[in-house]
């Protein structure tokens, strides 16, 4: 049985049996607040409950290490929506230790594509292309100056308005224990 399988079957059941009742809300967060997180599975639970959040607080954005990777890519998009379509008024970025994508290098993620058929052929295609391939599959060194980076690409956003405030913030992965690294008090609020 794949996991489409199974899922589709819990599905079926979960819809029959009435049990999204307790979920039911609306698009506008009821805390106004949009998360920029990792998609590190030990999160996907852990996250809400350790900040208190149900379903209809918050926007929730994920990739892998929490980053901004380019200003006009789909993460600022999301947030910029947040904002002006969806009544977010506060930013949470929430990256975390232990993180698969420190001291992740594109070498790694290149010698397993090999490994899976991909050509080196292509790989050269890509960068005689102009594709940064290096920067783009590279992880961070150190997850706090990560947070800050992060938080200063979404500050300094040319479209990104003055009064949001953006916090930076690092989660234990088995506690949930939050740190804070950016605390926003300067945003013209
Ligand atoms: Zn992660």
């Known amino acids: 049985m794949s996991v489409l399988d199974e899922v589709l079957a819990f599905n079926q059941e979960f ?6 009742a307790q979920f039911i809300t609306n698009k506008f967060p009821e805390r106004h ?15 809400p409950k350790a900040l208190g959040l149900k379903n209809g607080d918050a926007k929730l ?14 993460v600022m998009r999301s947030l910029l929506v947040g904002i002006y379509q969806l009544e977010v008024k506060e930013i949470l970025v929430i990256a975390h230790m232990d993180c698969g994508m420190r001291s992740l290098h594109a070498d790694e ?3 397993r594509a090999k490994e899976a058929g991909i050509t080196q ?6 960068i005689n292309a102009g594709i940064d391939l290096e920067s783009w599959l590279k992880g961070f060194d150190n997850v706090e100056d990560s947070v800050r980076h ?9 479209l990104f308005p003055k009064h949001i405030p953006v916090h930076g913030l ?20």
Request: with cysteine.
């Open 33 to 47: 607040v949009a998360i920029l997180s990792c998609m590190d599975a030990r999160m996907v639970e852990l996250l």
């Open 150 to 158: 992060t938080v200063s690409m979404i500050k300094k956003h040319p």
């Open 15 to 20: 819809v029959d049996s009435g049990e999204y």
């Open 170 to 189: 690092v989660m234990h992965p088995a506690t949930g224990k939050l740190s804070t690294v950016v605390h926003d008090r300067d945003a013209a609020q």
């Open 61 to 74: 954005i994920k990739n892998a290490g929490a980053l901004v990777t380019h200003p006009f890519g789909s």
């Open 109 to 111: 993620i290149l010698n």
């Open 121 to 126: 052929e292509a790989i050269d295609t890509l």
